[in-house]
C-alpha cells in the first residue's frame, strides 16, 4: 500500500471548510469550522471540505486499530473473547455496569486483575473499568499475556505493545510506523497525530471487509454497537439506525470517522474548536450528501442531535466537493 499523492502534494485551493451554525430561535448564536475529507482502500482523496493535510490527534477513533494487536496475537481467539470482546476493545464506552463487566471479562479470560489496569477510575466512579478505554486497555493487557510482554510498562511508546500498534497502523498507511507521531492520551495510552486523509484512509480500511483482523473487529463493532458508545450516544444510535451499512467512531476534541461498509471508503471529520455537536451535525450532513442512509434515519437522527432543545438548532454550511473542484 502506498499513500497516493493528494497527501504528499500541496492542498488544492478552492474548496472552503464547513461552517456549522448554532441557531437560538433562529438567530446565529456560534459558527464551528469544519474539515472532511472522503478517501478510498488507495488512499485516493476522492471529496472533500477543507484541508485533507490537516493535521490532528486521532484520539479515541484510532482504537479499532489499536485493537488488531489483540486480535493479530492470538490473544482474543485463546480466550474465546467473541465479538462482544473485541467490540468492547475498541468502545469509548459510557461506563455502565454493562460496559464495565465486559471489560472485566478480558482480564479475567487472560488470568489478569482489575489492578493491571493504567487507565484512570472516573470521578465518582469505584473502579478503572468504568472509565470508557477500560475494553482497550483490557485488550492490551490480555495482548500482553498472550506474547510474554511485560505488563506494567504496557503504556509506554517503546513497549512492544505499542510498537506493534504503530507497526500495524503504518502498514495500512503504507508509510514506516517509526514515522508517526504520537503523544500521551488522556487514557494514558499513545494516540496518533495524522493528517485527517489518513485518518480516512484507515476507515477505509476498516470497513472493506479486505484485511482479516479488521474484518472482524468492524464485524463485532456493528453487531454489538451498544458496546461501542452507550444507549443514546452517536455512534450507537448511527450504527443501530444504519443496519450494518456504517461504521462510526469517534475521538475528544471534534473527531468523528465514518465508513461505508463493504465500500472501502471512509470518512473523516475534525472540527477545528473541537465541538462535539457540530462534528455530529458534519456527519449527519454527509451521510445525507453520500446517501449512506435511508431518509427516515436521516430525519430520525437529525431529530436526536441537530435539534437540542426546541429553540435551538445545528445547521450546517456547505458540502463535499470532489477533489480538484472549484466553487
Known amino acids: ?31 464551528h469550522r469544519v474539515h472532511a475529507v472522503v478517501c478510498d482502500q488507495r488512499g485516493r482523496v476522492l471529496m472533500r471540505a477543507g484541508d485533507p493535510q490537516q493535521l490532528s490527534f486521532v484520539r479515541s477513533a484510532l482504537k479499532p486499530f489499536q485493537a488488531t494487536v489483540f486480535v493479530g496475537s492470538g490473544a482474543a481467539d ?8 473485541l467490540a468492547i476493545a475498541c468502545a469509548s464506552h459510557a461506563g455502565t455496569a454493562l460496559h464495565a463487566r465486559e471489560a472485566f471479562k478480558l482480564l479475567w479470560g487472560a488470568e489478569l486483575d482489575t489492578e493491571d ?18 475494553g482497550k486497555h483490557a485488550a492490551f493487557l490480555a495482548a500482553c499475556r498472550q506474547m510474554h510482554w511485560p505488563l506494567e510498562s504496557y503504556l509506554q511508546a517503546d513497549h512492544p505493545l505499542q510498537q506493534a500498534v504503530l507497526k500495524r497502523v503504518g502498514e495500512l498507511l503504507g508509510l514506516p510506523g517509526a514515522e508517526l507521531i504520537s503523544a500521551r492520551d488522556d487514557c494514558g495510552a499513545p494516540t496518533l497525530q495524522l493528517q485527517l486523509a489518513q485518518m480516512a484512509l484507515l476507515f477505509a480500511h476498516l470497513g472493506s471487509g479486505e484485511q482479516a483482523d479488521l474484518e472482524r473487529l468492524s464485524r463485532a463493532m456493528l453487531a454489538h454497537p451498544d458496546l461501542i ?7 450507537t444510535e448511527l450504527m443501530r439506525l444504519a443496519h450494518g451499512q456504517v461504521l462510526s467512531k469517534g475521538g ?14 471512509g470518512v473523516a471529520i475534525k472540527v477545528d474548536d473541537g465541538a462535539r455537536r ?7 450532513h454527509l451521510l445525507e450528501q453520500l446517501e449512506w442512509l435511508t431518509p427516515t434515519t436521516l430525519v430520525e437522527l437529525r431529530q436526536r442531535y441537530l435539534a437540542p432543545a426546541d429553540h435551538l438548532r445545528l445547521e450546517v454550511i456547505g458540502e463535499l466537493r470532489f477533489d480538484g473542484a472549484r466553487p
Open 78 to 85: 485463546r480466550m474465546g473473547a467473541g465479538e462482544r470482546g
Open 252 to 265: 475528544a476534541e471534534g473527531i468523528q470517522c465514518l465508513s461505508r461498509v463493504g465500500e472501502g471508503m
Open 117 to 134: 489496569l493504567q487507565c484512570p477510575t472516573p470521578a465518582g466512579a469505584s473502579s478503572p473499568l468504568e472509565h470508557n478505554c477500560s
Open 278 to 284: 457540530a462534528k455530529q451535525a458534519v456527519a449527519l
Open 229 to 235: 458508545a452507550g444507549d443514546g450516544q452517536f455512534d
Open 1 to 31: 500500500m502506498t499513500l497516493s499523492s493528494s497527501f504528499a502534494g500541496p492542498g488544492r485551493p478552492g474548496i472552503p471548510p464547513l461552517e456549522v451554525r448554532l441557531l437560538r430561535n433562529g438567530i446565529v448564536e456560534s459558527r
